[in-house]
């Protein structure tokens, strides 16, 4: 059965401190891996896709990275705003798997 | 351009009734998968839809069923509510091609069970 884990399960920084989120999966047949956003009270948004090892895609302050087994969502000089749920999903055929979420606090 | 829409926003049922939810995709896109949330729990996959056929379905019960009409929005039926059962269920729309495209959610609707 496939399996994503996600860790910490919270996280606190200060505003600025860099940190990295992982996501590890066990799948068979990787279509693709996603990273999501999620505020209190709202679906998540989509940030990244992410199809092969060793594939990297940036936005603002994000950085996600793919490889074998695992995923890092990289945060540089994180702000107030980046503070959410991210959320981490395997795609094999239409079926998608979620992991649990790291809870993100950054304080100012 | 409007995004995923779901509703309605709030439901509270009792044990044993039944509950029926609305999703109408992102405009464009022709794919509708279901999911439900639990408190403090990522997303599961229920089932998608997709040329109003059932195309893969998760780990949940025959009370779970659902039905895409031709103008690509989809609903979300359960029968004989259980307390388990609440949760937040989220709707997400993609488009389907030869590349997996990335899922678009709703904000999702907060279902309550007493």
């Known amino acids: 059965e496939d399996q994503v884990t996600q860790s910490p399960e919270a996280l606190r920084l200060q505003e600025g401190e860099s940190s990295s989120l992982n996501c590890s999966y066990t799948?068979?047949?990787?279509?693709?891996l996603f990273w999501y956003r999620q505020d209190p009270g709202k679906g998540p948004e989509f940030l990244f896709t992410?199809?092969?090892a060793g594939e990297e895609k940036e936005k603002e302050r994000l950085k996600a990275t793919l490889t074998k087994k695992e995923s890092f969502l990289h945060i540089t000089a994180p702000k107030p705003e980046d503070s959410a749920t991210y959320l981490c999903?395997?795609?094999?055929?239409?079926?998608?798997?979620f992991g649990t979420g790291t809870k993100l606090q950054v304080i100012p | 351009d409007a995004g995923v829409t779901q509703s309605p926003t709030h439901l509270i049922k009792t044990r044993g009734q039944q509950v029926t939810l609305r999703c109408s995709p992102k405009?464009?896109?022709?794919?509708v998968s279901w999911y439900q949330q639990a408190l403090g729990q990522g997303p599961q996959f229920i089932f998608q839809?997709?040329?109003?056929?059932?195309?893969q379905r998760g780990n949940f019960p025959d009370r779970f069923s659902g039905h895409q009409f031709p103008n690509y929005s989809s609903e979300l039926n359960v029968n004989a509510l259980l307390l388990g059962d609440s949760a937040l269920y989220l709707c997400?729309?993609?488009?389907?091609?030869?590349?997996?495209?990335?899922?678009?959610f709703g904000d999702g609707t907060r279902l309550s069970i007493l």
């Open positions: 405009s464009g896109h022709d794919t």
């Open positions: 999903a395997v795609q094999v055929y239409q079926k998608v798997t």
């Open positions: 992410l199809y092969s």
């Open positions: 799948v068979s047949g990787l279509r693709g």
């Open positions: 997400a729309s993609s488009l389907a091609g030869g590349r997996d495209q990335p899922q678009h």
């Open positions: 839809y997709y040329e109003e056929e059932e195309r």
